[in-house]
């Protein structure tokens, strides 16, 4: 199925990491160092082999446009990691950052006007984009480099009809838990392995007199969100990726004992008022209180626990360390038994409109572990499941536990769910049904109204 042409959720997501006000050290790939201000060479091209791209020919001169949604500030730090790439070619590259991306992508394309490259952050705009018969199948180089550092879970989600067109780029986890470590260390509380552990700790909690979860979900147009990965995580923990591909795309229904069963599951914390909403009221309280706020009754203890993505690193103040020894932390949300570790998150994937050897350049470079490795110095909140990457360049212990997560090798990953189904559920009736749910409306109802929803 075809996801939504534009993500409120995304544009929301964007802007809390813009918030956060995140400064990127630029650090210099080749032993130099420079200011990190915008526009200056944080790598130098004697740092990296440039033999990969003499095989497209006598490049110099030539430019290469991409179109993205990362604006400023997180602009910078991808203009600077191009650098080498434009050193070893002589090619200059075309930076363009629209809030308007995704959308305007789409006219673009369809108009005959599109960029060379594009970053897409959704398989469902990916195949959207496929369809307007504009984008063209990746070169033998790049799909070569997906191969080799990529699982082929990534590979899938930029493949369309069996063709490759698009190679991953940046990802995010959003199967974490985020807690504080010295709450834990003062209850005795273990990090679960399982979701009977998990389900055991929050009972112990409760036990011990403590609420273990807070939640919120309000986020403008984008209200009820979170709950959608909620049911996400769950659907993919208790009935397995081939299952949860099959309810994405609607070869089961939405209200089929499957997607029924993990709403509850999700109810059982989420709608449980021994459970939440710690630090903000009552289970109603969820619907009210931002998603932005839902984890920071951590920080004073009126919570224990805050199902939250990666990115959530940016909501937490400035003066408060985001560590295993800091003031919070995350851990992994634990799959139905230990030897599984199904892993729900999103990403982006460079799609290309040319065919022209500068282009083809350009996309075998961000496809290298080469690229992701100096990308990655480029400062925190940016992670890949690149198997070339070095975890040791990434600057954040969120970022590398992220890292760790994605490049696990018993992990199986799976693409956010409601981005990938069609407008009229993933950003319309799932979100509004969900908080409906959150406020009081049951279970079958609930799923009933969005199986009614999906376009016929």
Not at 94 to 109: M, N, P
Not at 441 to 447: M, N, S
């Amino acid at each position: 199925m075809f996801g939504q042409p534009t993500s409120p959720r995304s544009r929301v997501v964007l802007a809390s990491t813009l918030s956060a006000g995140l400064i990127f050290s630029v650090a210099a790939c080749g032993g130099s160092k420079d200011s990190g201000s915008s526009g200056s060479s944080g790598a130098s091209a004697s740092a990296i082999d440039c033999a990969p791209y003499t095989k497209f020919g006598d490049l110099k001169g030539k430019t290469v446009s991409i179109y993205t949604g990362i604006v400023t500030p997180e602009d910078t730090p991808h203009i600077n990691s191009y650098k080498p790439f434009e050193q070893c070619t002589g090619v200059t590259v075309k930076y363009d950052g629209d809030k308007s991306f995704e959308t305007q992508i789409l006219v673009r394309a369809k108009a005959g006007n599109p960029p060379d490259l594009a970053i897409v952050p959704q398989p469902g705009l990916l195949k959207q984009l496929v369809a307007t018969g504009k984008a063209v199948a990746a070169p033998p180089e790049t799909e070569a480099n997906v191969d080799k550092f990529w699982s082929k879970d990534w590979k899938a989600y930029g493949t369309v009809d069996g063709k490759f067109y698009a190679a991953p780029l940046g990802a995010s986890v959003k199967s974490l838990v985020w807690y504080s470590p010295a709450d834990f260390k003062e209850g005795n509380y273990q990090i679960p392995t399982t979701l009977d552990e998990l389900k055991a700790l929050s009972d112990k909690m409760v036990a011990d007199k403590k609420m273990p979860w807070c939640a919120g979900i309000a986020s403008g147009d984008a209200t009820g969100w979170p709950v959608t990965d909620w049911m996400e995580d769950f659907m993919l923990r208790l009935y397995g990726p081939e299952t949860y591909d099959k309810w994405v795309n609607h070869q089961i229904p939405f209200n089929g004992p499957e997607s029924t069963a993990a709403l509850d599951a999700v109810g059982a914390y989420l709608k449980n008022p021994a459970y939440v909403n710690g630090g903000l009221g009552d289970v109603k309280s969820i619907a009210s209180t931002t998603f932005q706020d839902g984890g920071l009754p951590i920080l004073d203890g009126t919570c224990m626990m805050h199902r939250q993505a990666s990115f959530y690193a940016a909501n937490w103040p400035k003066d408060k360390k985001v560590a295993q020894d800091g003031d919070v932390f995350a851990f992994y949300l634990p799959g139905k038994d230990a030897s599984t570790k199904p892993v729900l998150g999103g990403g982006e994937f460079v799609l290309s409109f040319a065919d022209r050897p500068e282009v083809k350049a350009f996309q075998t470079y961000l496809s290298s572990d080469t690229w992701a490795n100096i990308k990655a110095k480029q400062g925190s909140g940016w992670v890949s499941a690149n198997k070339g990457l070095d975890q040791a360049n990434l600057t954040s212990p969120i970022d590398k536990l992220a890292a760790s997560i994605l490049s696990d090798p018993k992990a199986t990953f799976r693409f956010d769910g409601s981005d990938q189904m069609p407008a009229a559920v993933g950003s319309d009736s799932f979100w509004k049904q969900a908080t409906a749910w959150i406020t009081g409306q049951d279970t079958k109802t609930t799923v009933d109204n969005i199986e009614k929803s999906w376009p016929k």
